[in-house]
């Protein structure tokens, strides 16, 4: 028979962990590793304990290595569920009640029975935390509680067994998970899938794992279907943060490998950042010729597999809020980034030749751009949606041939970011690598102007019948844009 108990977060670690020492026949005290996880959820929030659950992702693992340890291993986990106001056992059976219960869940998290490395497959909707004042990517999962079918949107997150996954598996794990449930080409990913995808760079054994190498996260990326990039502070210097922020705010998520280069080596995932501020945006320099929105210092959601999911730190102190000093002095010294495998033209060459385009072609000054990669259906969907556009330019942007991928540049300064608004726009075809002259020019909007490449590669222009010096930003890319007193 399946057990279901609904408890308060206050009743949680105590209740948790009798299930825990009761279902899986031990000892281990683990209220302490409960309370440092929930704390972070709000305060008035119940959770569903349900035991016996088959969790794919251990199953998977079980049956692939700890089912062959003289050591008794369950092969089934604890789940619980999270909802945010009081519920009862009886509200499931409440047809009246069951849209309620949706409206009210926030996801779930599995219990392990590999202590001390408790935490399994999870998905926590941001809105279940007392701070949810940033912006990531997230998919949106199906799953059930007490039988009854809900969603959740959310980043998937686990903790590291340390045997057969350890971060960097976590991580590879993620990413792929996030992936297969938001496009349909990417299928999920389970543990004996990177161990089997390995085996041919792999010299030696794989299990107990002790990790991979940044090139074999790559290489299994690059198998799973992503052309993959790596980036190294080394070789992009002062341009890497602005690099991966562009990516994150594109809504790529992106593997993350911080060092201190003595002790420790993390791979962790980077999903979003923090809502802005007119103070973030205050900080841009309105003398400066121009600015790139992606170097604005804010903070970033990191999905670490020793914390609870979505930390927030900056980019230059990805662990500051580890409490160890040697976690905290870590750095970002690569990233890998999983692109679609037809994107040739990366953030760093468009980046440039965007900034060509507006210095020599356009002769703007003073100005602050943001960069973005996204999908040209998505970008013309929210042009044509759009009720404060005028129907010319929704024609205008229609009638462009674009790739599955483009590169947008939106052009604005300091107080229409604050309005959420830009003044110009560039959009460039992620599909050509050669930024010689207009090859990856897609269209370019300022004024009353419509420029785009004809079919001979020449720029054609169109006039519009009205100047259009202001419009909405594109708000697609990490669902959402923030300034405080504008909400999206």
């Known amino acids: ?113 590999t202590y001390p490395a408790l935490f399994g497959r ?62 349909a080409e990417y299928k999920p990913l389970l543990p004996s899938k990177i161990v089997d995808t390995l085996k041919i760079i792999s010299f030696e054994r794989q299990l107990p794992s002790k990790g991979l190498k940044y090139g074999d996260l790559s290489y299994a990326l690059k198998e799973f279907g992503f052309g993959t990039r790596i980036y190294t502070r080394q070789d992009f210097k002062d341009e890497f943060e602005i690099i991966l922020a562009s990516y994150i705010e594109s809504g790529i998520p992106t593997i993350i490998a911080a060092s201190n280069n003595d002790n420790i080596h993390h791979a962790l995932v980077c999903c979003g950042r923090e809502k802005l501020t007119e103070s973030h945006i205050d900080t841009i320099d309105e003398r400066a010729i121009m600015i790139d929105f992606n170097s604005i210092e804010k903070r970033f959601v990191f999905v670490d597999d020793n914390h609870f999911p979505y930390q927030i730190s900056s ?57 973005l990669l996204t999908s040209s259906r998505s970008y013309k969907d929210e042009i044509i949606r759009s009720v404060d556009l005028p ?3 929704k024609e205008a942007v229609a009638s462009v041939p674009m790739p599955k991928f483009v590169w947008l540049c939106e052009i604005s300064n300091k107080q229409l970011l604050k ?47 009205l100047s259009l010096d202001e419009y909405g930003i594109y708000k697609n890319n990490l669902k959402g844009f923030y300034i405080q007193g504008y909400m999206s």
Not at 45 to 74: A, G, M, Q, W
Not at 322 to 340: D, T
Not at 421 to 447: Q, W
């Open 122 to 183: 999870s998905i926590i909707d941001k809105r279940a935390l007392k701070n949810n004042e940033f912006l990531i990517t997230e998919s949106e999962f199906n799953t059930t509680c007490n039988g009854l079918k809900f969603y959740v949107k959310g980043f998937p997150y686990s903790s590291q067994d340390s045997e057969t996954i350890t971060c960097a598996e976590t991580s590879l794990w993620g990413v792929m998970e996030y992936f297969s449930h938001r496009y």
């Open 315 to 371: 980019l230059d102190r990805p662990c500051h809020y580890y409490p160890s000093a040697e976690w905290k002095k870590s750095q970002i010294e690569q990233f890998i980034v999983p692109l679609y495998p037809k994107i040739y033209l990366e953030a760093y060459e468009a980046r440039e030749y965007c900034k060509y385009l507006l210095f020599e072609i356009l002769k703007v000054k003073q100005i602050t751009y943001r960069l």
């Open 1 to 113: 028979m399946i057990s279901q108990e609904i408890h308060s977060k206050n009743n949680l670690p105590i209740a948790l962990e009798n299930s825990f020492q009761g279902f899986f026949n031990v000892k281990i005290p683990i209220r302490q590793e409960i309370e440092n996880f929930i704390k972070n959820l709000k305060d008035v929030t119940f959770f569903v304990i349900e035991h016996p659950y088959v969790d794919k992702v251990y199953r998977d693992s079980y049956y692939y290595y700890f089912s062959s340890k003289l050591n008794y291993y369950p092969r089934d986990c604890i789940k619980v569920s999270i909802f945010a106001k009081t519920i009862t056992i009886d509200d499931f059976y409440s047809v009246e009640k069951q849209q309620e219960l949706q409206d009210n869940y926030r996801g779930f998290f599995v219990i392990r029975p």
């Open 391 to 393: 129907r010319e330019f």
């Open 419 to 465: 309005n959420h608004k830009c003044h110009g726009t560039i959009m460039l075809d992620a599909t050509e690598p050669n930024i010689f002259r207009y090859k990856p020019l897609l269209f370019v909007h300022s004024g009353n102007i419509f420029m785009h490449k004809n079919g001979n590669g020449k720029l054609e222009h169109k006039k519009l019948p």
